[in-house]
């Protein structure tokens, strides 16, 4: 432990008394750091387990699995006075909306920050490392954060991922402002709060996401369909990550080859022979009802006009060659899913191309006028 460490306190919170207390010694802070732990590697729906809050004098682990109402943090997420520090803040914000419902206003991510700043290296590690010489422990990494009690080591790693993103926001936001691109950062830190959704909601055409989905005939496909759902009903009842019930490789193997008894089912590399025994029932059933089923057909994505494709080259051209000048990566520039709004959307004027950049108002005033010259004369501005 690092003597930054060891000088500040370290909260638990485990019990509602104690939430609401932290909660109030939060709000009144200016700026807070936070980081969250889940289970994702451990259980079938994952949910957040620890939320950790630091301030410049003090460090909190939440245990969000003992107290049955987080409420009282939902201000202080909401709070446009209270600055909100994350790295790689997108995930977090993702889980803590799925799981509380909570929304957000007025963050700074560090990885984001890193990124705009041009750094190759954006993990929390390299920049704690750069910055304040320390080395994170990455034995806890893939930690199954729903277990209790957790070590008093896990207790210290997790605390270490928020305990120095204040002092790191205040290394960051100096080089932003120095390199002109603090206004650009502000930007992605407001878009980051826009849009926050619960992407767990399942589909019946998830299977389509599978490496290799698309390169089965119709036939095939329709048996992996059958297979993923035969092993998504495994991993709910054993709540287990899918891909730790059998593999997305093994169930496109048998898929392709479509096993016809237990015999067939052992000659395949991708299946182990423990899962053989155990789900082999259920898998030989699972082809058996996707040979009997219609063909599958991938979900219709139109392809693009061929004049909506030359405006994605001529813009992604064009933010490469813009990166390169300001020596930030191209989607700095420009944003994939505004590239391709812009695209579709071929606006003929600078107020049309305002509607489509409306979310970016700064890259609009910098960059709308180098865009619609290059829309509209298709060339480098």
């Not at 407001?190 to 849009?195: A, F, I, Y």
């Not at 767990?200 to 005939?217: P, Q, V, Y």
């Not at 490789?249 to 155990?278: F, I, W």
Request: net charge negative; proline share 5%; hydrophobic share 40%.
């Amino acid at each position: 432990m690092s003597n930054s460490l060891k000088n500040v306190e370290l909260v638990w919170v485990d019990q509602p008394q104690q939430l609401r207390q932290a909660a109030c010694e939060l709000a009144e802070a200016d700026i807070l750091a936070v980081d969250t732990e889940s289970n994702s590697l451990y259980a079938y729906q994952e949910q957040v387990c620890l939320i950790q809050f630091s301030t410049r004098g003090k460090d909190y682990l939440v245990d969000a699995l003992a107290l049955p109402d987080l409420s009282p943090l939902a201000e202080i997420f909401t709070s446009e006075r209270i600055l909100k520090v994350f790295h790689a803040a997108e995930y977090d914000l993702i889980c803590l909306f799925r799981d509380y419902g909570f929304r957000f206003n007025y963050l700074f991510d560090t990885m984001v920050a890193a990124r705009i700043l041009g750094y190759q290296k954006i993990g929390l590690g390299s920049l704690l490392e750069k910055y304040f010489g320390v080395q994170m422990n990455k034995k806890y990494q893939r930690a199954n954060w729903g277990k209790r009690p957790l070590k008093a080591d896990m207790l210290e790693y997790a605390r270490l991922d928020s305990h120095y993103l204040i002092p790191l926001q205040d290394e960051l936001r100096a080089e932003l402002i120095a390199a002109d691109l603090w206004e650009l950062a502000l930007e992605d830190f407001r878009r980051l709060t826009q849009g926050v959704e619960d992407t767990t909601e399942s589909s019946e055409d998830d299977f389509w996401k599978i490496h290799g989905a698309r390169d089965l005939s119709p036939e095939q496909a329709a048996v992996l369909k059958s297979l993923y759902q035969f092993r998504e009903s495994v991993a709910k009842a054993q709540n287990r990550p899918p891909f730790k019930v059998i593999s997305h490789q093994a169930l496109v193997e048998m898929a392709e080859v479509c096993p016809k008894n237990h015999a067939d089912l052992l000659k395949l590399s991708v299946l182990h022979e423990n899962q053989a025994k155990r789900y082999g029932r259920g898998l030989l059933e699972a082809i058996h009802e996707g040979r009997q089923a219609p063909p599958a057909y991938p979900p219709n994505h139109t392809r693009p006009h061929n004049s909506v494709l030359h405006r994605i080259d001529a813009l992604q051209d064009w933010r490469k060659y813009t990166g390169r000048h300001l020596g930030v990566p191209s989607d700095v520039v420009l944003p994939r899913d505004v590239l391709n709004r812009i695209a579709w959307g071929n606006p003929g004027d600078i107020t049309e191309l305002q509607v489509q950049m409306q979310d970016v108002p700064y890259r609009f005033n910098r960059f709308g006028q180098d865009i619609l010259t290059l829309l509209t004369h298709g060339e480098h501005a």
